[in-house]
């Protein structure tokens, strides 16, 4: 018998994090939804979880007002992170070359409109 059709409802409810500082410790692209397309997704640890948490959207300024976006990689004909991406403002606003060039790195975090947390680069 699947063991998931016999499991029970807990007592735990799921925590909201605050927007706090977090620490990057990895991170991975992955391809995601039915397009497949790359996005990078953020392992972080933050103040109030002993667990990491996964963050791959950013609040940054686009065309003169803020906007979440999320992490995609999109490359240009050279196979480099394109410039002017979401992408790319944030790993510049963080002083990183490459999206492993953010392993280590302590970045704010602020509330999206759904309540997720999500980098800010603002």
Sequence with gaps: MNEELQTEIGN??????????????????EEVGEKKAKKAIFSCQ??????????????????????????????????????????ANFL???????????VGKSINTVLDEKNYLAFKAY
């Design 92 to 102: 510049q606003s963080n002083g990183a070359k490459s999206i492993g060039g953010m």
């Design 46 to 87: 933050h103040p109030d979880s002993e667990t990491l948490i996964k963050i791959s959207a950013v609040k940054w300024e686009s065309k003169g007002k803020l906007e979440v976006t999320g992490l995609w990689v999109n490359l240009d004909s050279k196979k480099l992170i394109r410039k002017g991406s979401a992408l």
């Design 12 to 29: 735990e409810e799921a925590i909201s994090l605050k927007p706090l500082a977090v620490v990057i410790k990895e991170v991975n692209v």
